[in-house]
């Protein structure tokens, strides 16, 4: 210091911030003679033990002109602040916090209503969630040079409810079963095999395409479809609505098709009635009170005879047996009772006969226009465009007496299975009216008056009616 005879911090006092990240340096006795080096106000710096961050730039327009920072607090050193660890977390491959429900816009803009359920299937040993690390933070430097530890990030911890397994490392978390993944209470993490509406399937829930099991505890409304990996119960009825489960199937109501329904199951069917709707079990469909004017399949056996247990109107086909109390009406309505053979089989056949009386029709043009063209031909009078045409028409002729073979070939495979029929039968525990039609296998019989307490089955090649035993 040149002119000065009291020290330096006489005049300048250095100060430092509590988290020690800035240094200051104050002007505490202003003299409008003083005069310092740069060197000086560093070596006064280091006198405070302020060594990192320094401000040499703004050290030497002190030195040069102290007049300018009288009576100010100057920032001259600046540390490095630690950064935090981040926390870990959770990631979850669900959105298990969106309940809000948004119908679904169609590729054509239009809006389903019916579509507004999301629901979180999930199949066994599929991965739900996974932990993420926490992250120890950087370290930061205070304007003494002492190292600033940051905070640790803290550890994510799953929370585990039912049906849900860790790995060995603890970082994923699987389903330990087919189901619906679900937080409960205190965020657990859960795997249900059921998904249960306590009420009607209406607006507020819409459609549901779900694993595992379905329960409703109310009604079905027109319109509304369940998809199922598992079974579908309903406590109360199905109206126009679809249903398609994997297992079984029970409606403790009845269901009300209004020619619109469409209810299957891998394996049973039970209800108290069924109206006006098409069903199919791979199994037996097991129905209490009355089956009216519907498209019934079963793979082994319709049972229907309850109090009422009534079958009238509509097509009924099982693969083994139909026992039922009544079939048919005073006023002759038609109905058929179809078994021996299975349901999809006898459709098939249906379909395979249609098909090859349209190709025989089809065929039978196609040689006429050939036939034709064969006799321009033999007079000289085949231009290019008939040429083209003709060789066309012989390869839709041989394409299609391919597809007639083929037809005929699968025919006679069904029609085989048409006639191992030993187990098919009929039970009437009632009455079966007139109107009423009687298949088993290829055979067929007409029933014109009412016959009561009898058993249809195959014998000889002919459909005989015994008296139950």
Do not use: W
Not at 35 to 42: A, H, M, N, Y
Not at 180 to 194: G, S, Y
Request: glycine share 10%.
């Amino acid at each position: 210091m040149s002119d000065s005879v009291l020290p330096l911090h006489y005049y300048i006092t250095v100060s430092t911030s509590d988290d020690k990240l800035a240094s200051y340096i104050t002007f505490n006795h202003p003299d409008e003679d003083i005069q310092f080096s740069l060197e000086e106000l560093e070596e006064l710096l280091r006198s405070n033990r302020i060594i990192y961050g320094i401000d040499y730039g703004k050290l030497a327009q002190i030195a040069h002109e102290p007049k300018a920072y009288y009576l100010m607090e100057v920032e001259v050193a600046k540390g490095d602040r630690p950064i935090d660890g981040k926390n870990g977390e959770i990631k979850y491959f669900y959105d298990l916090n969106n309940d809000k429900k948004t119908p679904l816009e169609l590729d054509d803009g239009k809006v389903d209503y019916k579509e507004v359920t999301t629901i979180n299937n999930v199949r066994k040993g599929q991965l739900i969630a996974q932990r993420i690390q926490p992250t120890d933070g950087i370290q930061g430097r205070a304007v003494t040079g002492e190292v600033l530890f940051p905070k640790a990030g803290k550890e994510a911890r799953f929370k585990i409810g039912k049906n849900v397994v860790m790995d060995a490392e603890q970082m994923h978390l699987y389903a330990a079963i087919d189901g619906v993944v679900t937080k409960t209470e205190r965020d657990k993490m859960n795997v249900f095999p059921i998904y249960e509406v306590n009420g009607d399937l209406d607006y507020k829930i819409g459609n549901i395409d779900f694993v595992g099991n379905v329960v409703i505890r109310g009604n079905i409304l027109p319109g509304f479809k369940i998809k199922s990996g598992g079974d579908i119960r309903v406590s109360g009825g199905v109206e126009g609505a679809d249903l398609e489960a994997g297992g079984s199937i029970e409606i403790s109501a009845g269901i009300l098709g209004q020619n619109k329904a469409v209810v299957k199951a891998g394996k049973d069917v039970k209800s108290s009635f069924i109206q006006d709707a098409t069903v199919e079990a791979g199994e037996q469909i097991i129905v209490s009170q009355s089956i009216m004017h519907s498209q019934i399949r079963a793979g082994k056996n319709v049972i229907c005879k309850g109090t009422k247990g009534l079958i009238v109107g509509g097509v009924v086909q099982a693969g083994e047996r139909v026992v039922t109390r009544t079939v048919g009406n005073s006023m002759s309505t038609v109905t058929v009772i179809e078994v021996g053979v299975l349901p999809e089989l006898r459709n098939e056949l249906q379909q395979l006969r249609l098909q090859l009386k349209a190709i025989g029709e089809s065929l039978d043009k196609t040689e006429k226009a050939l036939s034709l063209l064969d006799q321009l031909a033999a007079v000289g009078q085949l231009g290019p465009d008939k040429v083209s045409m003709r060789i066309k028409l012989n390869h839709t002729k041989k394409q299609a007496l391919e597809e007639q073979a083929a037809g005929r070939e699968r025919i006679l495979e069904i029609e085989k299975t048409l006639e191992d029929t030993d187990a098919a039968r009929v039970e009437i525990n009632s009455t079966i009216y007139g109107g009423a039609k009687v298949v088993i296998g290829r055979y067929t019989k007409f029933v014109k008056d009412p016959a009561r307490h009898i058993v249809y089955k195959l014998s000889d090649g002919d459909i005989i009616a015994s008296p139950m035993v």
